[in-house]
């Protein structure tokens, strides 16, 4: 079985090390590397090409919203969790606006970060309930007519299967309709919401609390 490679990024020694300690017992992980700065995230990426990294965010020597975006426009391919301790709409949106794929707070059961760089291989966002709740909240004050008001109620549903990382037919069989109408669902939420691709798709059904 091929190993998910892992890099974990923390400036505090006992964190780093304890995280490193807990994935190591996981047999399909494997912690390739650690850093303990921005600079040395991006050195280390550079050099291990890790699939998935944790990121912490306040760092000395460059933060992690800084080597989150230059990580990912250097290695696109890798995945990044952001695991830290605050949830300032301040860090929030920038480290996902970086790239970073998902949100979690350093309060987080062990198993669900585990459960989240499986999922990061897979391109499938996980946002820490209270960081989503967050967001939203300051979404809602901001007043705004947000994409999302345009989708129809079944493309509401289609939305929250790709946020579950449900495939094509998958979403054809829960919801008992053809994969043709699904791919037309699809096509037409990416293209409400400004977005790209299914990923984006996910990170943005996260961030606004529709799953």
Do not use: W
Request: glycine share 6%.
């Amino acid at each position: 079985m091929e190993k998910i490679r892992v890099l974990v990024v923390d400036d505090h020694e006992m964190v780093r090390r304890g995280i490193c300690a807990y994935l190591e017992t996981e047999d399909d992980l494997e912690v390739v590397g650690e850093a303990n700065s921005g600079r040395a995230a991006l050195e280390q990426a550079r050099r291990l090409q890790p699939q998935v990294i944790l990121m912490d965010l306040i760092m000395e020597e460059g933060t992690g919203v800084e080597a989150t975006k230059q990580i990912k426009a250097e290695l696109p391919d890798t995945q990044i969790i952001i695991l830290t301790s605050f949830i300032d709409e301040s860090l929030i949106f920038p480290a996902l606006e970086a790239g970073a794929l998902s949100y979690l707070l350093k309060t987080a059961k062990a198993e669900d970060i585990v459960d989240a760089i499986r999922r990061a291989v897979k391109k499938e966002a996980v946002i820490e309930p209270k960081v989503a709740a967050k967001m939203i909240g300051k979404l809602q004050q901001s007043g705004e007519r947000l994409p999302h008001h345009d989708l129809t109620a079944r493309e509401l549903e289609v939305l929250n299967l790709i946020a579950q990382g449900k495939t094509n037919q998958e979403i054809a069989a829960e919801l008992f309709i053809g994969i043709k109408t699904v791919k037309t669902h699809v096509s037409n939420v990416l293209s409400k919401l400004g977005v790209e691709d299914r990923t984006q798709a996910a990170i943005y059904a996260h961030r606004h609390k529709l799953v």
